[in-house]
């Protein structure tokens, strides 16, 4: 049983292009999360998506960026027209109920910027 | 807004010694989560504490979740160079989210 995978690991982008980061939960997670990490720092929240239901994303920005989980396939983080300020590396996370007991996260996704 | 405070925020000491991480807020959560991360590598859960006042062990780590549900610490006995780590607490809302502390780099030097 893999854990949560996340692709691609690294990704750079140019100032102006798009950014789209998958997630594919662990099986039989139907929670996932995702947060956003800076370096030295802890982990900030951004949203919290069941299948096909956004469910919490008072951390997401209100401009540029959006995440869905569909009911198949991955959960998607999408950054549109990126800047140097979205360089971070960006984690996903599953649960199988909303739970207060554990996540499982991802290797995560490092997104540069240049 | 909720926040979790955790200190020291770095940490460096010999093999051999003891050390304890403090993880305070002014918030009530229903767990408290500590997890470790390697570097280029996500969090791992090391425990979950969900009664006021609970203990676990881990080996050489003991766990304690105050008595109000408040704060945690973290005890780490005897340090090893393979405990060095960036060390997260993240506490548990009832509505599913967890909030992070900035967590505390661990060196332990041979």
């Known amino acids: 049983n893999a854990g949560v995978m996340q692709n691609p690991r690294h990704l750079v982008r140019r100032r102006g292009q798009e950014a789209r980061l998958r997630c594919s939960p662990m099986?039989?997670?139907?929670?996932v999360y995702w947060y956003r990490q800076l370096p030295e720092e802890g982990l900030k929240f951004m949203v919290y998506?069941?299948?096909?239901?956004?469910?919490?994303e008072s951390g997401m920005p209100k401009e540029r960026f959006s995440a869905e989980f569909p009911k198949e396939g991955p959960s998607i983080l999408r950054i549109q027209q990126v800047v140097r300020g979205d360089s971070a590396a960006y984690f996903c996370?599953?649960?199988?109920?909303?739970?207060?007991?554990?996540?499982?996260f991802g290797s995560g996704t490092r997104l540069t910027v240049v | 807004t909720q926040l979790l405070e955790q200190s020291p925020q770095f940490l460096s000491i010999q093999e051999g010694e003891n050390l304890t991480v403090y993880c305070n807020s002014s918030?009530?959560?229903?767990?408290l989560q500590w997890y470790r991360q390697e570097p280029g590598e996500g969090p791992v859960l090391l425990v979950t504490?969900?009664?006021?006042?609970e203990v676990k062990k881990l080996k050489r780590l003991t766990f304690q979740f105050g008595d109000a549900r408040k704060d945690s610490s973290l005890h780490i006995t005897a340090a090893q160079p393979g405990d060095t780590g960036l060390y997260l607490c993240?506490?548990?809302?009832?509505?599913?989210?967890?909030?992070f502390g900035q967590g505390t780099t661990l060196q332990v030097k041979p």
């Open positions: 996370a599953s649960s199988p109920l909303r739970t207060e007991y554990g996540y499982t």
């Open positions: 099986k039989g997670h139907s929670h």
């Open positions: 998506l069941q299948k096909e239901n956004i469910i919490d």
């Open positions: 918030s009530v959560f229903s767990s």
């Open positions: 504490v969900v009664t006021g006042g």
């Open positions: 993240a506490g548990a809302l009832n509505t599913g989210k967890l909030i």
